[in-house]
């Protein structure tokens, strides 16, 4: 079983950068496709970015495209989540998630707290 640390969150003003980092352990990192999903105050969690096992291919939620990349280095087990032009809006928990295939476990992180104060 996979475990995940999430880690780069913080208070930021808006049209700033961050990068959330997602260290894995307990398996390889290249077992897993890699997704970062958010969840702000009274709302549901909401997909963020996801990158494919060898990092070939990524997608975004339209909120976010443009604006943030995902990344990953498998020989470091680690996950990148790259973040700008930072809105008020992008302030949430961010969690990052793994799982093996299409309708296999996923496997959450605990999270990591992003302010974006205006």
């Known amino acids: 079983q996979v475990r995940l640390v999430e880690s780069g969150g913080g208070l930021v003003q808006a049209g700033g950068s961050l990068r959330l980092s997602c260290e894995a352990s307990?398996?390889?990192?290249?077992?897993?496709?890699m997704s970062w999903f958010r969840q702000a105050p009274g709302k549901e969690r909401a997909f963020v970015s996801a990158?494919?096992?060898?990092?070939?291919?990524?997608s975004y939620g339209d909120s976010v495209n443009g604006r943030f990349t995902i990344s990953r280095d498998n020989a470091k087990n680690t996950v990148y989540l790259e973040m700008n032009s930072l809105k008020p809006d992008d302030t949430a928990v961010y969690y990052c998630?793994?799982?093996?295939?299409?309708?296999?476990?996923?496997?959450w992180g605990q999270g990591t707290q992003v302010t974006v104060s205006a």
């Open positions: 998630a793994a799982r093996m295939g299409y309708g296999s476990t996923w496997y």
């Open positions: 307990g398996r390889t990192l290249r077992d897993y496709r």
């Open positions: 990158i494919s096992w060898s990092g070939g291919s990524t």
